[in-house]
């Protein structure tokens, strides 16, 4: 196989990953699958015991998996969701908090924002190694600055998002907010990520441009050293 074989597999494959990553986001009806409960817990939760709101909760959740797979959604994707419900209502139930609903999702918050910025401090920003990975690590991509720069500013901005769904839900929780916990959930969703996507991508995308670049200088200069020798 030569170099350019794997320089148009490498921008066929992040092609397909913007693909996968916008799908992955669920655009506009991803933010109501995932929305939808939470947003019916916290309402349900003002007139209805915890119990009863996390039960009504499921339902939805459950309700909306059947429509996804209805829809021609793979199940392990549509029942995703309810899982996510189950979890959080468990939680919530053993400790009789109605903000606890949101705890794992406080706490993942944290340990995304705490993995992405080390990965930044040791200069393995988290994207450059998964792009990497996805590549079979083959591509020196660190030696590069430009992709490492452009992995860096993709890390950090998934980083800040984290950061920032942290301090937000974290304050609202030791405000006792489950409103606002609700609300948080649902604005710093779906937006966030999406954005965070953007970014991502345009980082994979011009690692493996630049992969192709320096794969056919290599090619373009081997016969002149053929020639040479």
Do not use: C
Request: aromatic share 8%; no cysteine; charged share 15%.
């Amino acid at each position: 196989m030569s170099d350019h074989e794997p320089a148009r597999e490498a921008t066929e494959q992040t092609v397909d990953l913007k693909q996968e990553v916008l799908k992955g986001v669920g655009g506009p009806s991803g933010m109501v699958y995932s929305a939808l409960p939470v947003v019916v817990f916290a309402a349900a939760v003002s007139f209805l015991s915890l119990f009863a709101a996390i039960g009504v909760s499921i339902t939805v959740a459950s309700a909306l998996a059947v429509f996804r797979m209805w829809r021609g959604e793979q199940l392990v994707t549509a029942m995703g969701g309810v899982m996510g419900v189950v979890v959080a209502g468990g939680v919530s139930s053993l400790t009789g908090s109605a903000n606890d609903f949101f705890l794992i999702g406080i706490w993942a918050s944290l340990a995304g924002a705490l993995v992405t910025l080390a990965s930044l401090l040791v200069r393995r920003p988290l994207t450059g190694v998964i792009w990497s990975a996805l590549h079979g690590d083959t591509h020196p991509w660190r030696a590069d600055r430009s992709s490492l720069f452009a992995h860096d500013l993709a890390t950090l901005s998934v980083a800040a998002i984290f950061v920032a769904r942290f301090a937000v839900r974290q304050w609202l929780y030791l405000a006792d907010s489950t409103t606002g916990l609700a609300i948080a959930d649902t604005v710093t969703g779906f937006p966030l990520t999406a954005l965070a996507a953007v970014v991502v991508v345009w980082a994979f995308r011009r690692t493996s441009k630049r992969w192709k670049v320096q794969s056919d200088a290599r090619n373009s200069s081997m016969p002149a050293t053929s020639a040479r020798s």
